[in-house]
Structures are given as structure tokens and as C-alpha cells.
């Protein structure tokens, strides 16, 4: 099992940039494939980016290609999301979330974080 802490986020403007942090306990961080996900009000959570166990593949949403980057250190139980360029339309509470197995990108996600508000103002 692993639990899951985010932070980072915040209220910036329109084509700044944050960095989000994901904080997981535990030993076996480095055997789960970890994601980014977020919600914005009346809307469905939406997938932002993946990332595989050791972190040699990346997997992104077309939305945020090539604005956000998914990073993460095994050594410091810690997964990162830098976002760029950021639009208004990112606004939204960010989550995390580890997946167990081998597949990549994982079709599910056992794991989750309470997330992180981000608010890019126009």
C-alpha cells in the first residue's frame, strides 16, 4: 500500500508555470507506474500525464503535450508534473495516482492523493 500527498500548487497567471510534487510513503515506490490526473468543477476527472516505474517512458494527454513534463525521483519517493505555458483552461485539482502491474500506461489506478488546487487567472 502507499500513500499519496501532493503540493505545489497555487494561483498563478496565464502562461507562468508550476511545479507539482507528490510525495508517496513507503519502500516500494519504484514498483508502481505513477500518473497525474485532474478535475476541474462540474467536469470529469481528466488524465494528464503517466509515467513508468523507473520513469523510461512517459505517456501525456494531447491537452498538455508539450507544455507539462512528468517526472519523478525513486530515491526521494517523489513524483513531479512541471507545467508550462500555463492556460487557464488547466485549472483544476490535480491528483496523483500509482498504479501496481507491469502494464503501461495502467488502465487503472489503485492508489490516490487528495490533491492540489491550481487556478491559472487570465
Known amino acids: 500500500q502507499v500513500q499519496l500527498v501532493e503540493s505545489g500548487g497555487g494561483l498563478v497567471q496565464a502562461g507562468g508555470s508550476l511545479r507539482l510534487s507528490c510525495a508517496a510513503s513507503?519502500?516500494?515506490?519504484?514498483?508502481?507506474?505513477m500518473a497525474w490526473f485532474r478535475q476541474a468543477p462540474g467536469k470529469e476527472r481528466e488524465f494528464v500525464a503517466a509515467?513508468?516505474?523507473?520513469?523510461?517512458?512517459?505517456y501525456y494527454a494531447d491537452s498538455v503535450k508539450g507544455r507539462f513534463t512528468i517526472s519523478r525521483d525513486n530515491a526521494k519517493n517523489t513524483l513531479y508534473l512541471q507545467m508550462n505555458s500555463l492556460e487557464p483552461e488547466d485549472t483544476a485539482v490535480y491528483l496523483c495516482?500509482?498504479?501496481?502491474?507491469?502494464?503501461?500506461?495502467?488502465?487503472?489506478?489503485?492508489?490516490w492523493g487528495q490533491g492540489t488546487q491550481v487556478t491559472v487567472s487570465s
Open positions: 509515467i513508468s516505474r523507473l520513469g523510461s517512458y512517459t
Open positions: 495516482a500509482a498504479a501496481s502491474g507491469s502494464s503501461f500506461p495502467p488502465a487503472d489506478y489503485a492508489y
Open positions: 513507503g519502500r516500494t515506490f519504484s514498483t508502481y507506474a
